[in-house]
C-alpha cells in the first residue's frame, strides 16, 4: 500500500475508510470490516454524528490484540461551531472521549467557516455564523497547535481550503498544516491547488472519490453527473477488469493523494482497497485527466448565506 510520509517520519496508508453518512447501526461493522481485511485508515468528524460508534469498533479489533493502536491512523475534524479559542480543545477532548482513544492521528479545521457555539446542526440564517474578524483561521489554529504539543493529536491540518486561504493561514504563523482535506477526482482535479499544496510539504486528501452518491437530497444538484458512470472510466475499469469506482480511487493514489472512499457494505469496502493492486498506464490517466470539468459535488453553498462574511468559501 502506498503511503504518505511526514516530516517526522509518520506515515498514513493512502486508502482510508470515509465515515460520513455510515448509519449508527453500520459504522461500527464497517469499521471492524475494514480493519479486518488491511484497512489501517480510518477517516471520521464529529459532525457525522457517529465517532462514539466507529470507537466501539476501534476498542473491539484492538482488544482482540491483533491489530495495534499505533498502527492505525485515525483521523478526525473539528466542527464549524467550536472554533473559538476556548471551544477546540474541548471539541477534541468529546471526540477523543467518542472514539475512546488517547490520541488522534491527525486533526483537522473542517470547513474555514465559524458557527457560533450553541448551533449544533446547519446555521439557519446569518446571525448563526460569526465572521472571519470575530473568529480569525489563526485564533483556531493556534489552539490545534496547542493540542499538538499536549499530545492529544499527532499531526494537525485543514480541509476544503482554497489556496488563498492556505497562504494567509501561513503568512501568519511558521506551523503550517500538514494536512488539506478537499474534494477531488477526475471532474474536480484541481491542479493548481495540488501544485501548491506539493510545493509546500502539505499533503493531500481526496475527499467524496466516486462522486458521494449517497448525500441528502437537499445537498444535491439537479442532474448531476455520474463518475461511477462516466464512460471513459467504465472502459478503462473494463481494460483493467476492475470496477468504476475501483479505477477512481487508485487515479488518486496514483496522483499522490491519500483517498477516503466511504462504504458500509463489505463487499464494496474490500473492493475499494484492492484497487491498490491496479496499476493505471500513462495513456489511461492522460484519459482521466481529459475528464476535469471543476464539478463539485460538495458545493459549501449550503454556507453562503446573504448576510455573513462566507460568501465565497472556496475562491476568496
Ligand atoms: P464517496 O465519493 O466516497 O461515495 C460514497 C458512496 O459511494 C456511497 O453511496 C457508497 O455506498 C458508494 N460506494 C462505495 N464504494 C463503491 C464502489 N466500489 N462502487 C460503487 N459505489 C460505491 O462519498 P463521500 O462524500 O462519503 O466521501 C468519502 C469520505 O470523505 C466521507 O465519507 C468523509 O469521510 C470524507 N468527506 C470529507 C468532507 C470534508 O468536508 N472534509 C466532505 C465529504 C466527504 P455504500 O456505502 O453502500 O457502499
Redesign the pocket.
Known sequence: MKQLKFKNGDSMDAIGL????SDKGKVTDAVRIALENGYRHI?CAATYGNEKEVGDALVEVFGKGEIKRKEVWVTS?LWNNAHKKEDVIPALKKTLEDLQLEYLDLYLI??PVAFKPEINGFPEGPDDYLSLEEVPLIETWNEMIKAQKDGLVKHIGV??FSRQKLQRLMAQTDHHPEMN?V?MHPYLQQKNLLEFCNKNSIRVTA?????????PDNLKADNEPSL?ENPVIKEIAEKHEA?A??ILIKWSVQRGTAV??????EK?IK??LESDKIQLDEKDMKKIADLDRHYRY?TGKFFEVEGNSYQNIYDD
Open positions: 470515509g465515515t460520513w453518512k477517516d475534524k473542517h470547513w480541509s476544503n482535506q474534494e475527499y467524496s472519490p466516486l462522486g458521494s452518491g449517497d448525500r461511477l470496477s469506482g475501483q477516503i472512499p466511504k462504504s458500509t457494505n464494496r473492493e475499494n460538495v
